[in-house]
């Protein structure tokens, strides 16, 4: 498994402190000059859920495990990187290996902090990292599509399935637009397909507004032109300080909680910031639970019983033969599984079950 978040922006715009204090590390080396990352950093999250919490108590669980995603911190594109400038062909390529982009916005104002364009325009620059991505999509898929069509043709099955969607996206592209905006309603086989391009502005973007310790609870004259920019897009915003965050991530929990009370923030940033980056890889969460774990798990939506159990283990996907299935709010309205069961709601679901984000289950399987 491992679903990736690609950490994505312009140089020194704060995209390894967010890193470090996302991973509570210091793995990423951050400092004010650009291109301080030259090799992605990845690193496991765990996703914060308070159902998890809850179903521990309820079960009585020893041990509670949340589920987990990936942030890669990449290094920073600058303008002409899909023509190799400053790198650009490795760090698009890093790009490329991700699920979902985390575009790092800069919205906040320190001369004694150097933007490569020499001013504060997080729209501007928003532009600028997508240009380059658009742009190297361009080139790739221009040059795919001229193969294509001679494969197609000559009634090349593959080629036949590829090229309408190639098509669509050639001309999205040319009209300046990123790719991404198929992804509206797609139809699941259409879905396959796009991801088989494995283009960069097919990936759902999430905009990270970096702003000054001050601006954390409110957000800024930035931050807003943004979510104004996003909004229009469809896409989400997430307002963060990288500087709070990476601070609070060093502090003990105690301390965390009133260094949050203090600078008038409810829960740390980060918290909204992984779950926005879960919802935009379009996961959902089941849940496993008993008196010696409680534990979620992650599957991409639309994932059926069987590739459930696979997550967990490649047996119980192989050996898979029924899944008893209670929905959350059911367990914990009824207080646990014996009461779920008496109830009548845990249900025995088969191969073809799609599972529904929330669902306590427990797996029968052959070995
Ligand atoms: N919200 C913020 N307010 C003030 N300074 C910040 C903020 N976020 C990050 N910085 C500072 O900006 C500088 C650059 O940060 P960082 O190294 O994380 O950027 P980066 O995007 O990873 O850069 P690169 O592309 O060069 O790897 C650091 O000095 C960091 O402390
Ligand atoms: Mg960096």
New binding site residues.
Partial sequence: MGFKCG?V????????????ALTKTAA???????????EPNTGEVAVPDPRLKKIAQIASSKEVVPTRISFV?I??LVRGASKGEGLGNQFLANIREVDAIVH?L???E?D???HVEGRVDPVADAETVETELMLSDLESLERRTTQMRKRATGKDKEAQTLLPMMDEALKLLQDGKPVRLLLDGIAAEDLKILRSLNLLTSKPVLYVC????GDAAEGNEHSAKVQEMAAAQGAKTVV?????E?EVAQLADEEAAEYLDAMGLEEPGLDRLIRAGYELLDLITFFTAGPKEARAWTVAKGSKAPQAAGVIHTDFERGFIRAQTIAYDDYVTLGGETAARDAGKARDEGKEYVVADGDVMLFKFNT
């Fill in positions: 950490i922006g312009l140089p020194n715009v704060g995209k390894s402190t967010l890193f470090n990423a080396q951050a400092a004010n000059y650009p291109f301080c990352t030259i911190d290094a920073g790092v800069r919205c906040f320190d004694d902090i150097t970096n702003v000054a310790e963060i300080s990288a500087a709070i990476a």
